[in-house]
Nanobody, 114 residues
Framework: QVQLVESGGGSVQPGGSLRLSCAVSSSFFSMYSMAWYRQPPGKQRELVAA???????NYADSVKGRFIISRDNAKKTLYLQMNSLKPEDTAVYYCKANWVSEYWGQGTQVTVSS
C-alpha cells in the first residue's frame, strides 16, 4: 500500500509564504502523476496544481503566479511553494498520486489570517 504524508502546513499572515511537502512511500514515485488539492471550510475539494511524471505542470487560475509545484524523484517527494498567501487560501491541503491506482494523503491545514 502506497502512503503519502503531507507536512509543512501552519498559520501565516496574509502575504506570507509556506512550503508543503508530500513524502511518498513508493519506489515507483517517478512514474506517478502528482497533484495538490485543497478543501476550504464548508466547500468542495478543488485542484490546486498538478505535475506529470515528465514534469509538466498546470495550476488553478486562483493560484497562478503565486504557487509553484515541483517534485524531487530522488527524494520521492512532492512540493508546493505557496507565496503571497491570501485568506482565501485557507484550507486543508491534500496530495494525490496517480499511476495504476490513486492514493491520497491525510491532509495538512493551512490557515492564512491576520
Amino acid at each position: 500500500q502506497v502512503q503519502l504524508v503531507e507536512s509543512g502546513g501552519g498559520s501565516v499572515q496574509p502575504g506570507g509564504s509556506l512550503r508543503l511537502s508530500c513524502a511518498v512511500s513508493s519506489s515507483f514515485f517517478s512514474m506517478y502523476s502528482m497533484a495538490w488539492y485543497r478543501q476550504p471550510p464548508g466547500k468542495q475539494r478543488e485542484l490546486v496544481a498538478a505535475i506529470s511524471s515528465g514534469g509538466l505542470t498546470n495550476y488553478a487560475d486562483s493560484v497562478k503566479g503565486r504557487f509553484i509545484i515541483s517534485r524531487d524523484n530522488a527524494k520521492k517527494t512532492l512540493y508546493l511553494q505557496m507565496n503571497s498567501l491570501k485568506p482565501e487560501d485557507t484550507a486543508v491541503y491534500y496530495c494525490k498520486a496517480n499511476w495504476v491506482s490513486e492514493y491520497w494523503g491525510q491532509g495538512t491545514q493551512v490557515t492564512v489570517s491576520s
